[in-house]
Nanobody, 115 residues
């Protein structure tokens, strides 16, 4: 059973920074992609950032230039560095990893940005 352990969420003022971590119980080399999604209150879950096994990244337009997704294969960990946070970034952030035979989600970590 593949498990993901997310950490790094919390309460921060607008303009501040947070770094989310997602530690996987399997090697990242077995995965095709790693991603972060978020769900704001009353809204649908949306893709925030995604990174492929080859290191290619893509971001939601709303976070481009502020968020950076990265991975450490040696630690089996995916990160989301979030800078210049805005109140509209508030939500539960979910780590998601997958391959052709896997689609695994973490339990989510709360990020709250106060104005």
């Amino acid at each position: 059973q593949v498990q993901l352990r997310e950490s790094g969420g919390g309460l921060v003022q607008a303009g501040g920074s947070l770094r989310l971590s997602c530690a996987a119980s399997i090697s990242l080399y077995t995965l095709n992609f790693m991603a972060w999604h978020r769900q704001a209150p009353g809204k649908q879950r949306e893709l925030v950032a995604r990174i492929t096994s080859g290191g290619r990244t893509n971001y939601a337009d709303s976070v481009k230039g502020r968020f950076t997704i990265s991975k450490d294969n040696a630690k089996n960990t995916v990160y989301l560095q979030m800078n210049s946070l805005k109140p509209e970034d508030t939500g539960v952030y979910y780590c998601n990893v997958g391959s052709s035979s896997l689609d695994i989600w973490g339990q989510g970590t709360q990020v709250t940005v106060s104005s």
